[in-house]
């Protein structure tokens, strides 16, 4: 049973920074695409890093303040952010998908329970 357990969450002030963690287990996805999202309330769940193999792709509303990266070891995936704003604040969901890499969420098969950043001004 594959299972994706994320970490590392909880409230930071604005400017400051937090490292998001992602562990699965049940299947080896080193050769997947692995990536992370996040929705707020009343919004659509939105893309904001992937990665497979040595492929990056970012949202631009992130770009330059995270940076994802994986330990296929581990089988985990990490988000580094940086420069938190108010408007960062969701929960954050990591999910593996098919195939090759995209910010669409039809394309993600497996999704962790999520983890709530909150970014207070």
């Known amino acids: 049973q594959v299972q994706l357990v994320e970490s590392g969450g909880g409230t930071v002030q604005s400017g400051g920074s937090l490292r998001l963690s992602c562990e699965a287990s049940?299947?080896?996805?080193?050769?997947?695409?692995m990536a992370w999202f996040r929705q707020s309330p009343g919004k659509e769940r939105e893309f904001v890093a992937g990665?497979?193999?040595?492929?990056?792709m970012y949202a631009p509303i992130v770009k330059g303040r995270c940076t994802i990266s994986r330990d296929n070891a581990k089988n985990t995936v990490f988000l580094q952010m940086s420069s938190l704003e108010p408007e960062d604040t969701a929960a954050y969901y990591c999910?593996?998908?098919?195939?090759?890499?995209?910010?669409?969420?039809?394309?993600?098969?497996?999704w962790g329970q999520g983890i709530l950043v909150t970014v207070s001004s």
């Open positions: 990665t497979v193999h040595n492929e990056f």
């Open positions: 049940g299947r080896t996805f080193s050769t997947y695409p």
């Open positions: 999910a593996v998908g098919r195939g090759r890499l995209t910010s669409y969420t039809a394309s993600y098969t497996y």
